[in-house]
């Protein structure tokens, strides 16, 4: 596409807040989020709000380069303030310009660079550029594993990796944050047991991304061998006390505890009842995670 230098010469010269003693990693981790939103073809076609949704993903990126920031993460920053280089233009609620973050609802996508971010190979150009120029080298080597795309053997972060062990454990964060992403976002951000939705800009979603067949024994990152489940609900779920049928029906181990529950429903009414299910079907809870759960988590004696 004829554009295609002008955007990477902007992604590549992005203005960078080093106040705080590192770059603030805010901006290069934004742009990765809506590469990553192109290439999944959730893109918007012009106007992008500004959602918990958005912010969840933002979050899970930042969890990557939250160890060198002491604060939270705030969406805000980036989703106004790349408006300065041209990517789109910061609306408020009334899609007016907005004269500071704290008012900007939605952001009015340049349209080419929306075609240029839907290039499959410009937006891989840009998501090397991002990861290696802004990042420290084992933040690269999660940054790359989170996207799903191969790190460079040469100069790259590799290469410059320090320990077997560091690499490793970079490797691990990147699979992890994937995995949230997809299993989190496949259910809505939506307990597959209680069906409670809570999402908000700063915490992005109350619920987590769980393994059915435990990591550890597992390596399985798949998320066909994930569940959204609330905090309650996903302690529960590891601890045995209710698993899953084939046919996606709970099981409770009743015998195993005693519950008090007066201001929610209690886990017991739960037995016999669907969980919830993503829409695509193809994301639906694998049964043999389900089996080795049952076998090797559930309490309930058969």
């Not at 992008?48 to 939270?72: D, G």
């Not at 240029?116 to 891989?124: G, I, T, Y």
Request: glycine content about 4%.
């Amino acid at each position: 596409m004829a554009n295609s230098e002008k955007w990477l010469d902007k992604i590549a010269h992005l203005r960078i807040d080093s106040a705080r003693g590192d770059p603030a990693p805010h901006k290069p981790l934004f742009l990765l989020v809506l590469l990553e939103l192109a290439e999944k073809e959730m893109l918007p076609d012009k106007l992008l709000p500004l959602t918990p949704e958005l912010a969840f993903r933002f979050s899970t990126f930042w969890s990557v380069v939250a160890h060198r920031r002491n604060s939270p993460p705030d969406i805000r920053l980036p989703f106004h303030h790349l408006k300065s280089a041209g990517f789109w233009d910061a609306l408020d609620d009334d899609c007016k310009p907005s004269p500071k973050r704290e008012l900007t609802r939605y952001a009015s996508l340049n349209s080419d660079f929306i075609e240029f971010m839907k290039h499959p190979r410009l937006r891989n150009k840009a998501f090397h550029i991002l990861i290696k120029k802004y990042f420290q080298p084992l933040e690269r080597v999660s940054l790359y594993t989170l996207v799903n795309i191969p790190a460079p053997h040469e100069g790259g972060a590799i290469s410059e990796a320090d320990y077997t062990s560091q690499y490793n454990e970079a490797k691990k964060q990147g699979r992890e944050a994937r995995f949230r992403i997809a299993v989190v976002s496949a259910y809505d951000y939506t307990c597959a047991l209680t069906g409670y939705r809570l999402t908000t800009l700063t915490m992005g979603s109350i619920v987590d991304a769980a393994h059915i067949h435990q990591f550890a024994h597992s390596r399985n990152n798949n998320p066909r061998n994930g569940l959204a489940l609330s905090k309650n609900a996903h302690w529960l779920f590891d601890q045995g006390l209710w698993t899953i049928s084939d046919d996606y029906t709970v099981r409770v181990a009743t015998s195993q505890f005693a519950e008090h529950s007066p201001d929610q429903k209690p886990l017991c009414d739960y037995h016999g009842e669907k969980i919830l299910l993503p829409d695509d079907s193809t994301l639906w809870p694998d049964p043999r995670h389900l089996a080795w759960h049952r076998k090797n988590r559930f309490k309930e004696l058969e």
